[in-house]
């Protein structure tokens, strides 16, 4: 059974940065693209980021490019989040998620493994 542990999230202001980090267990690790997805408040659950099973190909929403990089280890069997110049809008629950489809997809529903997600709150 496969589980997703992320931490990292916080409280942090405007231009500020934060790393998130997610642990997989029950399974091998390098099988699954890895993605973070975030939702906000009243919003739908939407893309951020993804990367794929070598962590050679990676995947970023237009909101994040140049912001944010995702990255992966597979010898610790975690992917990590760095998120720089954040901002307000930045604001939402964050999840990690595991694929077993060969590329990144940016759907949620192609994503069978989710963390319990950690908040990150950007103040201005």
């Known amino acids: 059974q496969v589980q997703l542990v992320e931490s990292g999230g916080g409280l942090v202001q405007a231009g500020g940065s934060l790393r998130l980090s997610c642990v997989f267990s029950g399974r091998t690790f390098s099988s699954y693209v890895m993605g973070w997805f975030r939702q906000a408040p009243g919003k739908e659950r939407e893309f951020v980021a993804g990367?794929?099973?070598?962590?050679?190909?990676?995947s970023y929403a237009d909101s994040v490019k140049g912001r944010f990089t995702i990255s992966r280890d597979n010898a610790k069997n975690t992917v990590y989040l760095q998120m720089n110049s954040l901002k307000p809008v930045d604001t939402a629950v964050y999840y990690c998620?595991?694929?077993?489809?060969?590329?990144?997809?940016?759907?949620?529903?192609?994503?069978?493994?989710w963390g319990q997600g950690t908040q990150v709150t950007v103040s201005s």
């Open positions: 998620a595991a694929s077993s489809r060969v590329a990144v997809y940016t759907s949620p529903y192609e994503y069978a493994y």
């Open positions: 990367i794929t099973r070598s962590g050679v190909g990676t």
